[in-house]
């Protein structure tokens, strides 16, 4: 199954193996940050887990990138506004 990059960073994400108390677990972390999840014993939960973060990631990037334009897009059209409604205002004696 394949890794996602790193939420935090973009970094090189890895499997760790473990045992602990003679139960073989599996971590995810990042090679770079040292951003990593909680184990657990299910290598393929812990993949889907770590993949939909990077998912959350990205679609939290999104959302911020719309706002932003939004934002943008809505101060212009409230000083354009602005400035028609002035023009029109001295053009009526
Ligand atoms: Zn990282």
Known sequence: MHIASCPCCCGTARVFAVIIENVKMWQIGCII?????????????????????????????????????LLIVSIMAFFCGYFIAFKSYIAIP
């Open 33 to 69: 940050c040292g951003l990593t999840t909680d184990y657990d014993i299910n290598k393929g939960y812990l993949l889907t887990k770590w993949n939909a973060r990077q998912q959350l990631e990205n679609q939290k990037k999104w959302f911020y990138l719309v706002l932003l334009i």
